[in-house]
């Protein structure tokens, strides 16, 4: 099958998404003049209110800890740039890569996953929340930037690479973007990509973080294959090495091993299944974007390892139960009275509550607190607290 490609396809694979038969908007639009539609899709993303408040919310650490720690907004980035550079050796949309990446944790709660368990627990008559599902609701619906239309207004393969995971239910609700998850599709590879970059950037930068906070040592970490491997090497070349570099040298070894097997093991994939467009990754069973089985595993090892000694440390659940008291402190003073939002937020709830009853003014009331930034959520409960 051959396709007309479009302006800003040259140059890319015949798997990748291209403009050419892009999906389109749900509410179309003239072309730019001198952008590409993907392009376009990131630029929106940059520009909106949902991605500068990324700044102030947390990955593992709260941001007032120290200024070094990984905040949301540096996460995307770093998702973002090591995405890039495996869109750009496959063939991929650079630019649709990055705009999934840089829109994929949009959604998310303040204080990290700790914020959306206790927003989810509070939702759990109506819904549940879900931060993957918010991102897409924030650019599917909440972004106020334009005249025209609610949201930013996305391109398809933009909102099929934010949605990853989805239950039933909501996929017959969202329909399009939804309809993969009940025939058991994939996603373009763009989408693919950005996920296990989403991976790469958290096991490697919670390293660093980790060690920076006193959490792990480099000994401990010694327990794990991919952190020894690289430690060993870097150690044995540069004896005299001071510990910081130490570190640093190792895991940007262990970035670029994975990554290095990301793109071979896919296009060893990618030359087996040799689908000819999107709709033929599409149609695949699995995923095309991989790692080999031994880096999969050496990865699953290194994640383990995050989670019992960095999220499950009691330095990082002593701050989750804070969050979660402040969350759910909040939410249940603004579902009781709505008018203890700022008035355009009430109003919101007001409206919605008229048309979907109190399913309505719950997710009102979600939007508003999943949209806060660690800090206004400590702002909001001293008002409302105080
Ligand atoms: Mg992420």
Do not use: W
């Not at 303040?110 to 879900?130: I, S, T, V, Y």
């Not at 958290?202 to 390293?207: F, G, S």
């Not at 290194?302 to 659940?317: C, D, G, I, N, P």
Request: hydrophobic share 40%; with cysteine.
């Amino acid at each position: 099958m051959s396709h007309r490609q479009g302006l800003h396809d040259d140059g890319l694979a015949p798997y990748a998404a291209l403009e050419a038969t892009s999906r389109g908007r749900r509410h179309p639009e003239p072309a730019a003049g001198y952008r590409g539609e993907f392009q376009r899709d990131r630029d929106r993303i940059v520009h909106s209110n949902a991605f500068r408040r990324l700044v102030y919310k947390t990955q593992v650490f709260v941001n007032h800890e120290g200024d070094l720690f990984r905040t949301r907004l540096t996460h995307s980035l770093e998702v973002a740039q090591i995405a890039r550079t495996v869109a750009r050796a496959l063939g991929l949309s650079e630019p649709l890569t990055e705009a999934i990446c840089l829109a994929h944790d949009l959604g998310h709660t303040p204080f990290g996953h700790a914020g959306q368990d206790a927003l989810n627990e509070c939702m759990r008559d109506f819904g549940g929340f879900e931060h993957n599902l918010q991102s897409l609701r924030v650019v599917d619906e909440l972004e106020e930037r334009y005249a025209e239309f609610p949201g930013l207004n996305l391109t398809f393969e933009s909102r099929e690479g934010i949605l990853k995971h989805c239950s039933a239910a909501n996929a017959r609700r969202l329909g399009d973007v939804g309809r993969r998850f009940l025939e058991r599709r994939q996603p373009g590879l763009e989408a693919q990509l950005a996920n296990v970059a989403d991976a790469i950037a958290y096991n490697n930068h919670d390293v660093d973080d980790g060690i920076r906070a006193g959490l792990v040592s480099v000994d401990t970490l010694a327990q794990v294959t991919l952190f020894r491997r690289h430690h060993d090497a870097v150690h044995s070349a540069y004896p005299d090495i001071p510990s910081r570099k130490l570190v640093h040298e190792t895991i940007r070894r262990m970035i670029n091993d994975v990554v290095t097997d990301l793109i071979e093991e896919t296009r060893r994939r990618l030359a087996a299944a040799g689908p000819d467009d999107i709709d033929a990754v599409r149609a695949q069973v699995g995923p095309l974007v991989a790692f080999s089985d031994g880096k999969h595993e050496e990865h699953l090892e290194l994640k383990r390892f995050l989670r019992r000694h960095v999220y499950e440390h009691e330095r990082v659940q002593g701050m989750r139960e804070g969050a979660v008291r402040t969350l759910k402190d909040l939410y249940g003073a603004f579902f009781d009275d709505v008018a203890l939002m700022p008035a355009e937020h009430r109003d919101i709830a007001l409206r919605l509550e008229s048309e979907q009853g109190p399913a309505g003014r719950a997710r009102a009331v979600a939007d508003y607190v999943a949209g806060m930034t660690d800090r206004y959520a400590f702002q909001e409960h001293q008002r409302v607290f105080r």
